[in-house]
């Protein structure tokens, strides 16, 4: 049998695909019909030092994928499936793994170690496998290097894989020991040093009470400090890894080590290789994101009692910090901009130093303009671009009012640069600031506008002109057009584009048929930019936007005549399908958010729909995403008269509700639901049996992400406010999943904050479902199938008023449901309402709320919680 | 172990357009499904629906000045389609005979009361009406404004209602506004609400007038709208006595002292929602001893000695009353028509003959009247059928107190044989 293993498994890498298949095939029969025996003769391989080193990895990571998996049901499956099998073939395995760690050979010992954490990831939680954390520290202490490199990798995927709360601190304490002993200056094995400061890097989330610690802390950053001038450049790369994480994960600790962090940035900045020099880089963006927050969340709410104080660590390294980050910016590279996967020392240096300004705001400017001024005019290509990024980058942060007379002067310049610098790089650049300028700078909220009658016809001119530039200058010059009319979104019903409306518009179209329009995502950015431009018109160009229809269709039905397609053509025609689509959806909503427009538009809606139905039958998740959207759209424009396309795309929605892969087709085919029933009212009638088992079936999957459940509730609301007491039929199916929802999110009790979230999400939902049954069934005879309801709703209103822990949006949909339920129970409900704890301190919280939706709301309950017991 | 990548988004918008339209989609899906929920619970009525396409908030704050001072401007007819589709931020936009056509039809217009109507003692109120100027007093976007019964401005000011003055911490929003049903009561200066349509954004059009007073008396004082006035509240609102209508509520509405001069005595049905238009389930009565005005005045204060009534003209020449559906009072011929200039549409005065008005089987058969010319250019509708009848029978046969408390006397009943009135000329 053990010889057959070996063979078989190096079969199934043969070159040969029969004799790979058949292999495969033999492995997929052996697992079924014994998985014990089966696992247990893969631990075997894994451990046998006579096998080959083929064999034994490939056994290794089929055990892996034997106790894990991406998919949350699938591993789920195989957790349970590991926990079941026999406590004796389990130690057998586990033995033979620990004993692989001490292989000389790399592969072996660096797969089990793997395993191992798979195994210890589900195994720990059920307080099994306590004696694993000590026989791996008993094995540091071992004298091969290999032993200890292979231990201390397990330690670091352990602490990857398993959650810290299941270890305690007593075996914490004792892995760190031997992780930064291993890292420690005195390790002469650099294998066995880089494996110790990757197991501190996962190590780190572990280390809680030790950086509380003051001896503790100091004596772990002395050595990851240390190992940053280590002379392998792995290792102080993976230094310079912890570093960063410990400077989010730990910055409130970090005040004593300031000084020397900047030292040690500074030098790598300047004089490392580019690996390390980007992490310490790094370093000071996650400083500035972690500063970032917490200044928000000051400026949020001057009472609240934030748990982490601002240290202002950039504030005070500002004065060295930008020079250093300055430098940084005349190391471009020649092609960067051509190349989507470039990340290079100047392009680290300037995002930081967008950070920075937005950590800083007015104090950045002084420093920068010399560098500005002095650079901007040079002949050497590298200058002025340098000079235009640093400019770009600290246009968010500071005050409009530091900036506006530096751009005032700026914006000229850029304009000109952008018509005649000889430099790609440059007019790039150039383009993208001016982007920024009118992304931060031009708007409503802008007291002194930077774009004025005089100025503004040059600028779109420029920028229409460099829609023809290189593809990455022209993308460039799109997103800057993007933010220029962004600015003008709620201008009123006059807008100073509009003048230049039809040029825009035609200019864009002109570039999203450019031949080089795939490349640097050009033609994304101009149908992107052509939907802001339609998003932010005014009703004087509603009927250029108007002319736009048949032109868009026009393009989506010659991508949908296009035959024989190779899959990169396939790919392409999809991409651009989803393009159209989009546009065809803002377009959409445009119009039909305007009455006189609306009525226009729907001459076009018998085309439109049958177009998005043929893209359907393309099947491509974003182009589905897309066509859905916009036909959410259509049906709000369209109203009752949608009923006629209902049976061909009925099918189509259903394809989308099961569409439990890409969560997103089924999201916002839920939405689209909810459009149709308000559009179509009770004539969305004959096909709730089919939407509503979907529907049903969507809750009960655990394949689903759980992100589109809570609207799936919201829908169960708007199904049965288009068809009232129609839902009856449902009502036996949807009340007891709402109620088991409810009582799962009633308590949140040791919750995170992201899982709190979740569950005001889920309870909005299911609340809406409720207030749509309520007022769906409203002076329907059939009320009284909602009495038995009444009570378990109540108790669920009172349950999360006693929670505390409910945002404002549950709050408001929360007392809607119980003036709904009042005022469709009326008397019937009076003495249930006036037992509920809601109907009292909820009710009068909420009337007192200085929130105006959820004080609105409130008055409406109270006004039929008044009317449904005084009757 | 996690391969950190350093890479943070270069050159590129933090949101990709696809999650904006995704974004906007959700955001327009939440303001229909609000909508949706605000039709339901009947914060928004037919007349007064916010149901117009959403606009953004900026949009909606401008197009919510309440920009009412409208002069009388009739010969600027902007003809903008039927007045009834309006809601109250469109009307706001409203001028000339569309504004004082829109108004004139958002009021429950009383009836006159010729016959008394069954179960008075248990089914309806009473109380004295407020001798003044019925108007609407809408409160919205931190001004109060009301307008007379013809759409006219009366007053424009600052006031406690919701959203009725400018003053900061309060909320804005243009879905609170306030509608009340008032009279103007020129020697104290006061509103005195004798109605309440809207109250904070809250329909209370499908409400009964039991639920409608009652929120009233609570809401008013709550707000401080009947405190004195001072600069944030420049006029004082009051409330009226309502009772029921046995014998001590009616006799305590007609003899009871009032603050304010009583002009007639007002009958609400407990059960009647608020309906726009003439409406028999509100009831308008008096006599000397409650009223200044029992009989019609002429512009002059004088009482004519016919009595004048106003008829609208239509297409075919019939001259009609203001009731839905109207009562032909009789006709014009197609000369006399064209020899004044006359057209559709126009309110002609005319006064009562000799011959009077003669009924068949409580119908009107025919109605002696004379034409005396177009009607005062500020009137928006013609008279009313009940009440060109209670100006009748004022004149000839008046129905007295006495019979009022006698329907509701003792026996209680009430059993009054209460006519049901279709006219057809």
New interface residues.
Partial sequence: MAMEVTQVLLNAQSVDSTVRKHAEESLRQFQEQNLSVFLLSLSGELAGEDKPVDSRKLAGLILKNALDAKEQHRKYELVQRWLALDMGVKTQIKACLLQTLSSPVHDAHSTASQVIAKVAAIELPQKQWPELIGSLLSNIHQVPAHVKQATLETLGYLCEEVSPDVVDQDQVNKILTAVVQGMNANEVNNDVRLAATRALYNALGFSHANFSNDMERDYIMRVVCEATLCPDVKIRQAAFECLVSIASTYYEKLAPYIQDIFNITAKAVREDEEPVALQAIELWSSICDEEIDILEEYGGDFTADSDVPCYYFIKQALPALVPMLLETLLKQEEDQDLDEGAWNLAMAGGTCLGLVARTVGDDIVPLVMPFIEENITKPDWRQREAATYAFGSILEGPSPDKLTSIVNVALNFMLTALTNDPNSHVKDTTAWTLGRIFEFLHGSTVETPIITPANCQQIVTVLLQSMNDAPNVAEKACGALYFLVQGYEDIGSTSPITPFFQEIVKSLLHVTDREDAGESRLRTAAYETLNEVVRCSTDETASMVLQLVPIIMTKLHQTLEAEKLSSDGREKQNELQGLLCGCLQVITQKLGASEPAKYAFMQFADQIMNLFLRVFACRSATVHEEAMLAIGAVAHATGPDFAKYMPELYKYLEMGLQNFEEYQVCAVTVGVVGDICRALDDKVLPYCDGIMTQLLKDLSSNQLHRSVKPPIFSCFGDIALAIGENFEKYLMYAMPMLQSAAELSAHTSGADDEMIEYTNLLRNGILEAYSGIFQGFKNSPKTQLLIPYAPHILQFLDSIYMEKDMDDVVMKTAIGVLGDLADTLGSNAGSLIQQSLSCKDFLNECLSSDDHLIKESAEWAKMAITRAISV | ??P?D???P??R?AIS??QR??D???L??KE??LD??RR??C?ASSVLSFQ?????P??EQ?HFELELELEIEPDAEQHQGPATTYDVRQASKLRGTDARRWFAKQLMLPEWMIDVPPNLNTDWYVFARPAGKRCFVVSSNGTTVSRLRNGILLHRFPSALPNGARINNV?R?G??YCILDCIFHEPDQTYYVIDMVC????SLYE?TAE?RF??LNSKLVEVGACDTPSTFHKYRFATVPVYNCDQEGLQTAYIGPVPYVKDGLLFYNKHAHYQTGNTPLALVWKDENCSEYVIDTDSKGQVPNQQQLVLELQDDGRLATSDDPSVIFGWLNEDFIQKTGLHAGNLLRFAVNDGGLSFVDGKLEKADLQYLGQSNRARAFADSYSKVMFQYIVRHSPLKIEHLFASIGPLGDGDIASHDVEMAA
């Fill in positions: 172990m996690a950190h350093l890479r943070r270069f050159k918008p357009d696809q339209r995704r906007l989609s959700l327009r899906q229909n499904r949706a929920q339901a619970r914060l117009s396409e959403p606009k953004s900026s949009q401008s909320s929003s879905q609170s109250w904070a954004g809250f409400c639920f009652f929120w």
